[in-house]
């Protein structure tokens, strides 16, 4: 059993065309350890894995992450 909130589907839409307009975001998230992260990030996919949604993004310095949806806490167009 997992603790993942899913994310409203209009959301999720959002995430959904930044990736196909490849679209930088600046995200505010934080990570399972509670630390907050703010970054400018390259949206690449999305995954489902255990039934838990994730952002597959990349860094300035081209590091991939997974980022869980219910831990992005707000996001701008870079």
């Known amino acids: 059993?997992?603790?993942y909130i899913p994310v409203d589907c209009g959301l999720h839409s959002e995430y959904e065309l930044a990736i196909l307009r490849q679209?930088?975001?600046r995200l505010?998230?934080?990570?399972p350890q509670g630390t907050?992260?703010?970054?400018?990030?390259?949206?690449l996919d999305?995954?489902?894995r255990h039934g838990e949604e994730?952002?597959?993004v990349?860094?300035?310095q081209g590091?991939?992450?997974l980022i869980r949806l219910d831990y992005i806490l707000g996001y701008h167009t870079a």
């Open 28 to 31: 505010t998230w934080r990570d």
């Open 36 to 43: 907050v992260h703010l970054g400018v990030y390259r949206p």
């Open 23 to 25: 679209q930088s975001l």
């Open 46 to 48: 999305l995954r489902t």
């Open 1 to 3: 059993m997992t603790d």
């Open 54 to 56: 994730f952002l597959v």
């Open 58 to 60: 990349t860094d300035a």
């Open 63 to 65: 590091v991939e992450s």
